[in-house]
């Protein structure tokens, strides 16, 4: 989830002391990369996932369904193999904001070649195992997006009561205990949004309405130890969320790209932009709270509210007085404006960002559109701080800066090279939710990745403008916005460059005529989620593209037959054959004999669900509503081939590409 540091965690009000010095350091050391790294070229693009995993304990005797808190002990084996050989290890283990809850990446990264789709699958599958290996009886890993009965009375195991008068989240529902408990991060970033906002956090989703559910939906807050904040805080009609571990204590996968070089990252990081709330919606899978049946598909909305911590000045409610910016985001959002220069007239939101610091990077030797990024970035404090690490060589750590940056948890990352290394720019693709099964996860990962290839290879562009990717954004939350929702799309994915014309305007880095904005309108139109992956009448869909691709590079038998599988998951998902986990989550509650109709996920529901999901883990059942029939890829399946080629490619280049 980002830097850790460590060392003593300074309170809020010590840190808030702190927030120009860690800015104004944070903005040197940037520079001083920048000018050091600006030129690096790589051989090959480079890339990996992420995926985040939930330890999960049955009690089959009981129908009752905990996440393990034990996340400390697990990653202390986990980690061991890699401790020992720094460079021999299949997969590289981090810890992550719950104390449920561990990240595992491969190893290695793969690399420029096509058989490495062949062992994708393989590595997930050995990282599930190696979590298994460090679990007790009844207690597995799920990739699981939301636990669907996180902060519903007691979920942990052991078994912890929330605080709501004291500690870290004070909130009414998640125990400060399930906060990771190894790295004080954690705990410091709960706190100190808490406090810079001025009040808890209010996660509010509109609640699923069957025949039977309360209306309108209140809750009775007092019952948890409210002291009436949060029942003044909840809207009706909503599921309430009082805390940062029901956004952060969510699972996702994530993919990092290594571009060739700065200029390429920058157009992989706006070509990726637009296809963010579309893979979102795509991979949705959390369409429940707090025991709640939801009106929302994914967890993007509420990991967006749980670390709000932006003021009511900042928030537009109050006028400014303390602080300097109104901000229309919270800091995990979708990104506000596009690095390219092709991106460029599609900015078209107006951009918050803070003007010395543009003037400064500027001044420094930094172009225009990459300046006001790190700027727009470095609006937000930072919110946790080391003691130990006040005092900095701009020129050796980039801590200040990547404070900063990783605490900006947009749906795209930009990434500077860390310094003294031999990785190059990066590009993290941030939106979807994890699924289910190893295939799943090695088809949404391999879909991604094959499309960076596509778009690199034959020039294609994706970018409208920004505002119709927040637009997106809003309709990806809805309920089986994969099947009926309609998205903004570029109608043309051919256009290679910007239209001249439309390149004057770009002083002000907005299309500030509107004749000019007609132009760009008359680019883009809605479709839904088939018509983006199988074409319509001229617009040929990024399945056949892929395929076109696929056909036209060498590629072995056996890697072609993986990455067909793969394809074929994601179109059948896209044209609405197969559900997406979120839909199958939701038919799977509401024909369940316990449900009332009243939107209530009980313990008994949630048990039999979770014990679902670890059988379509495992591979033990078969789910074809969910998933196509498939050969699973492990490791004793891949050809021998493959695996060597896989390892010469470790042995020439030692360092992980990864981002964690
Ligand atoms: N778990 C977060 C999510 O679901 C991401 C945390 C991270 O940046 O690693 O989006
Ligand atoms: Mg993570």
């Known amino acids: 989830m980002g830097l850790l540091t460590e060392g003593t965690a300074l309170s809020w009000e010590e840190t808030k002391k702190q927030a120009d010095h860690v800015r104004k350091h944070g903005i040197q050391q940037f520079l001083y990369q920048y000018h050091k790294l600006k030129d690096l070229c790589n051989e090959c693009l480079y890339w990996g996932d992420e995926v985040e995993y939930m330890l999960v304990k049955l009690d089959r005797a009981n129908k009752q369904c905990r996440l ?108 400060d205990g399930a906060i990771n408990q190894g790295h004080p991060r954690f705990h410091t970033l709960t706190r100190n949004i808490r406090e810079r906002r001025g009040k808890k956090v209010a996660i509010q989703i509109p609640v699923f309405k069957d025949e039977n559910t309360q209306s309108p939906f209140v809750e009775d807050l007092s019952q948890y130890g409210d002291d009436g904040t949060s029942q003044n805080a909840a809207l009706p009609d909503h599921v309430y969320l009082d805390c940062m571990g ?231 939350f809805k309920p089986d916005a994969a099947l009926s929702g309609k998205f903004y799309f570029k109608k043309d994915v051919f256009t290679e460059s910007t239209p001249p014309e439309a390149t004057e305007c770009c002083e002000t880095m907005m299309c500030c005529s509107k004749k000019k904005c007609e132009k760009i309108d008359d680019e883009y139109t809605l479709m839904t989620i088939d018509e983006i992956f199988h074409g319509k009448a001229d617009f040929p869909g990024l399945i056949p593209l892929i395929k076109q691709y696929i056909s036209n590079i060498e590629c072995d038998v056996d890697t072609q037959c993986t990455v067909l599988q793969y394809l074929n998951l994601i179109s059948k998902r896209a044209s609405g054959e197969l559900n997406t986990t979120a839909r199958w989550i939701r038919n799977f509650v509401t024909a369940h004999p316990d449900y009332k109709k009243d939107s209530v996920v009980s313990e008994t529901i949630c048990f039999d669900l979770m014990e679902k999901c670890e059988k379509i883990s495992k591979n033990e059942i078969e789910v074809p509503e969910l998933i196509i029939p498939h050969t699973t890829k492990t490791v004793d399946n891949i050809p021998d081939a493959i695996r060597t080629l896989y390892k010469n490619l470790e042995k020439k280049k030692g360092q992980t590409a990864n981002g964690h």
């Open 68 to 175: 393990v808190l034990k996340a400390q002990q697990v990653l202390k084996k986990l980690q061991k193999r890699e401790q020992e050989f720094p460079n021999d290890h299949p997969s590289t283990w981090r810890p992550e904001y719950a104390e449920y809850m561990v990240e595992g990446t491969p190893g290695k990264p793969y690399g420029g070649l096509m058989a490495h789709f062949n062992l994708v699958e393989a590595n997930m599958k050995l990282r599930r195992e190696e979590i298994q290996n460090c679990l007790g009886a009844n207690e597995v890993p799920l990739s699981l997006t939301v636990f669907p009965r996180i902060g519903a009375g007691i979920f942990t195991e052991p078994a912890l009561k929330p605080t709501p008068q004291k500690g870290y989240s004070q909130s009414l529902f998640f125990p």
């Open 246 to 476: 029901f956004g952060m204590g969510a699972s996702c996968l994530q993919v990092t790209f290594q571009a060739c070089n700065i200029n390429e990252g920058r157009e992989l990081y706006d070509q990726l932009a637009p296809l963010c709330p579309i893979l979102l919606a795509l991979s949705a899978a959390s369409p429940v709270y707090r025991g709640y049946l939801t009106d929302i598909d994914n967890r993007w909305t509420v990991i967006a509210q749980s670390v709000d911590d932006r003021t009511d000045e900042e928030r537009g409610l109050k006028p400014l007085k303390e602080n300097r910016f109104r901000i229309n985001k919270s800091r995990y959002d979708s990104i506000s404006s596009y690095l390219s220069p092709q991106g460029r007239c599609y900015n078209d939101i107006p951009l918050t960002y803070d003007k010395e610091i543009f003037e400064e990077l500027k001044k420094g030797g930094v172009d225009d559109l990459l300046s006001r990024h790190v700027a727009h970035l470095f609006i937000r404090d930072p919110i946790s701080l080391f003691s130990e690490k006040i005092q900095q060589n701009d020129e050796e750590d980039t801590d200040h800066f990547e404070n900063i940056q990783s605490t900006n948890w947009q749906t795209m990352r930009f990434k500077p090279p860390p310094p003294n290394s031999t990785i190059g720019w990066r590009v993290e693709f941030r939106p979807m939710e994890v699924q289910l099964s190893d295939f799943e996860n090695a088809a949404y990962v391999t879909f991604i990745v094959l499309l960076t290839r596509v778009i690199l290879s034959y020039r294609l562009n994706f970018i409208i403008p920004i505002s119709k990717v927040d637009e997106n954004m809003k309709t990806a």
